[in-house]
C-alpha cells in the first residue's frame, strides 16, 4: 500500500500529465490558421439559401431509386450534371468505368394471397433476378434447405409452386427506440481506441451460408418454381419494413436463379403458419423486371473548382450515388450526395478563394463493393494490391465522405492518422455549437473513403447521429424522402464546406500515415530456384 506522501506524488505527476494532454491540443489549434471570415459567409450561404433538401427531393422523388446499371440512375446522373453546370461549377462530367456487369430494373410487382383467403402482400424484388413472365396463380409449398440431404427430399416436387424457402421468423417487440442520437456518454466512448485484439465476424461462416443460398436459388430455378418468398430481408425487417438486395448475378453467362421476393415478415409468418395446418394457400405474383446489357461498363460523376496557386494540388469530396431500389435511396446515398453537392454549391455561391482545386466525386456500384471509388482510385492513383503509384497520389490533400444516412454530423474517425488530430480539432471547434465534438482514432468501414486509404491518400468519414438508419431505413423500403432531416442536412453541408475550404488553402497538405502494406505480393520476374 502506498504511504500519503507517495499517493500526493503520483496524483501530482498524474495532474501534470492531464494538464499537459489538455494543453497540447489547445496550442495545435493556435498554430492551426482558421478563416472566421470565410466560416461566417459559408454558414449564411448554407442556412439561409439551401438548396440541399431541393436536391434530395429531385435525386429520391423524382429520379430514385438509383441501382447501379438501371436507366433511373443514369437520368439522376444527368440531372445532377445540369445542375452543377447552373451553379457554375467546373467541367461536370461522366467518366465511365468497366466491368460492372449487366444492368437491371424492376417495373411492376403485385403478389397477393387468394386462398383460403384474399389478401395483398407487401413485396419487393431482389435486384438481378427474373419476372415471372405474366401473371401467375400457384400453390405454395414449404421447401427449406438447410443440408444438402435436403436438396433430394425436394428434387421433383417444386415444379410450378411459390416456395417459402426458409421458417417463420419470429418477431420480438420493440424495446430500444428507433431513433437514436449520441448522447455526451457515448460520443465519449466512441472517442477512446478500439481494445487491441478484437477481431470481426466468422468470414468463412459467412461464405458457407452465402454458398449454401445461391445452390438453393439455382436449384429453385431448376425446379421450375413460380417464385421464392422470404421474410423481411433482415431481422430488422417487420413493422412492415423490408430489407432488399440482390438475389441473382450481374454476369449474364452465370447459370440463372428463380424468381425471388422478399414479404412482409408478418404476412410471411402468416402464410408459413397456414401452411403448417395442411391448409393450402394460394398466391397470384406478377413480376415484371428487365435486365440491360446494353454495356458493362458503369459511371462516376466528376466535377471540380479550380484552385489558384496550388492548382495542381487537389482536396477531393465524395459519396455513393447508387442505392438499392425498394426505397428511393434517400438516406443510403441520397443524403451524403445532396450534401456534397450543396458544399459544392456554396464554396461557388461565396466567391471564396480556392488554392487548391476542388473535386467532387459521385460513385456508383459501391453497394456492390466500392467498386466505382475503387476504379477511380486505381485509375487516378495507384493500385493497392501492389501499391505501384502515380504522381497524382502525393498531390491528393485528403478526401472527405459522406455515408452514414441523414443524421447531424458529431465529428470524424480519424481512420488511424493520429497526425491529423491537432489540425481537425481546429476546424471543427467553430462547430461545437452544432454539436460537433468528438475526434476517435477508431477506423470505419463499409464505404468509399476506404479506396483512397488503401493507396495513402488521407481518407475521412464524419461521425453522424445514427437516427433511424441501422433501425429502419438503411436498404429498406422506408428509405424514402421523408425520413431525411432537413436541419441536419444543412448542418452537414455547411461542415462539409468548411472542411474542404480549409484544407484547400492551407499552406501544407493534411498530414499522412504510413503506406499501408500491398495487398499482394509484387511478382518476381527473375528465375525460380
Do not use: C
Request: without cysteine; charged residues 25%; aromatic residues 8%.
Amino acid at each position: 500500500m502506498p504511504t500519503p506522501v507517495q499517493r500526493r506524488s503520483r496524483i501530482a505527476m498524474t495532474s501534470a500529465l492531464l494538464l499537459t494532454a489538455l494543453l497540447a491540443v489547445p496550442f495545435a489549434q493556435d498554430r492551426e490558421k482558421i478563416d472566421y471570415d470565410a466560416i461566417y459567409r459559408i454558414k449564411k450561404e448554407g442556412f439561409e439559401k439551401s438548396q440541399v433538401m431541393e436536391v434530395t427531393s429531385y435525386l429520391t422523388d423524382v429520379y430514385g431509386p438509383r441501382l447501379t446499371g438501371s436507366p433511373s440512375i443514369r437520368r439522376a446522373a444527368d440531372w445532377t450534371i445540369r445542375k452543377l453546370a447552373e451553379w457554375g461549377v467546373g467541367n461536370p462530367h461522366l467518366e465511365s468505368w468497366p466491368g460492372f456487369g449487366r444492368g437491371w430494373s424492376n417495373e411492376k410487382v403485385s403478389a397477393t394471397v387468394v386462398a383460403p383467403e384474399a389478401y395483398p402482400l407487401i413485396a419487393y424484388p431482389k435486384a438481378w433476378t427474373p419476372g415471372t413472365n405474366g401473371v401467375v396463380s400457384a400453390d405454395v409449398v414449404a421447401a427449406v434447405i438447410v443440408t444438402d440431404k435436403d436438396f433430394d427430399r425436394f428434387k421433383g416436387k417444386l415444379t410450378g409452386k411459390v416456395v417459402l424457402a426458409f421458417d417463420a421468423r419470429e418477431v420480438k417487440l420493440q424495446s430500444d427506440p428507433l431513433s437514436n442520437r449520441f448522447d455526451e456518454a457515448r460520443l465519449s466512448q466512441l472517442a477512446l481506441q478500439e481494445e487491441p485484439g478484437r477481431r470481426g465476424g466468422d468470414r468463412s461462416r459467412f461464405q458457407q451460408e452465402q454458398d449454401l443460398r445461391l445452390r438453393k436459388m439455382r436449384f429453385y430455378a431448376q425446379e421450375g418454381v413460380v417464385a421464392v418468398l422470404e421474410p423481411g430481408g433482415h431481422p430488422n425487417g417487420n413493422r412492415g419494413v423490408i430489407f432488399v438486395n440482390a438475389g441473382g448475378s450481374r454476369d449474364a453467362k452465370d447459370p440463372p436463379v428463380a424468381p425471388q421476393l422478399i414479404v412482409a415478415t408478418e404476412q410471411y409468418n402468416r402464410i408459413a403458419r397456414t401452411v403448417e395446418k395442411s391448409i393450402p394457400v394460394k398466391i397470384e405474383v406478377n413480376v415484371q423486371n428487365t435486365f440491360h446489357d446494353q454495356t458493362t461498363d458503369s459511371f462516376n460523376l466528376v466535377a471540380e473548382i479550380p484552385g489558384g496557386d496550388k492548382a495542381d494540388e487537389v482536396v477531393m469530396l465524395g459519396a455513393h450515388f447508387d442505392s438499392w431500389h425498394s426505397g428511393t435511396g434517400a438516406t443510403d446515398n441520397a443524403a451524403g450526395s445532396a450534401v456534397m453537392l450543396e458544399a459544392m454549391r456554396i464554396l461557388k455561391a461565396t466567391g471564396l478563394r480556392l488554392r487548391r482545386t476542388v473535386r467532387l466525386g459521385l460513385w456508383t456500384g459501391e453497394e456492390q463493393g466500392l467498386l466505382g471509388s475503387k476504379a477511380y482510385v486505381k485509375q487516378q492513383f495507384g493500385d493497392p494490391d501492389t501499391l505501384q503509384l502515380k504522381p497524382a497520389q502525393q498531390r491528393l490533400s485528403a478526401y472527405f465522405n459522406v455515408d452514414n444516412g441523414t443524421g447531424a454530423i458529431r465529428g470524424v474517425y480519424l481512420q488511424g492518422n493520429e497526425a491529423a488530430r491537432p489540425v481537425f480539432s481546429a476546424w471543427m471547434a467553430p462547430f461545437r455549437d452544432l454539436g460537433m465534438t468528438t475526434l476517435t482514432i477508431r477506423t470505419t468501414g463499409g464505404t468509399d473513403h476506404l479506396s483512397f486509404d488503401a493507396v495513402g491518400i488521407p481518407g475521412f468519414q464524419f461521425i453522424q447521429d445514427e437516427l433511424e438508419y441501422d433501425t429502419l431505413t438503411h436498404h429498406s423500403n422506408q428509405d424514402v424522402y421523408d425520413r431525411i432531416q432537413a436541419a441536419d442536412m444543412m448542418k452537414n453541408a455547411v461542415i462539409v464546406a468548411s472542411f474542404v475550404y480549409h484544407a484547400a488553402n492551407r499552406d501544407d497538405m493534411v498530414p499522412r500515415k504510413p503506406l499501408p502494406e500491398p495487398r499482394k505480393p509484387a511478382t518476381s520476374t527473375s528465375p525460380q530456384p
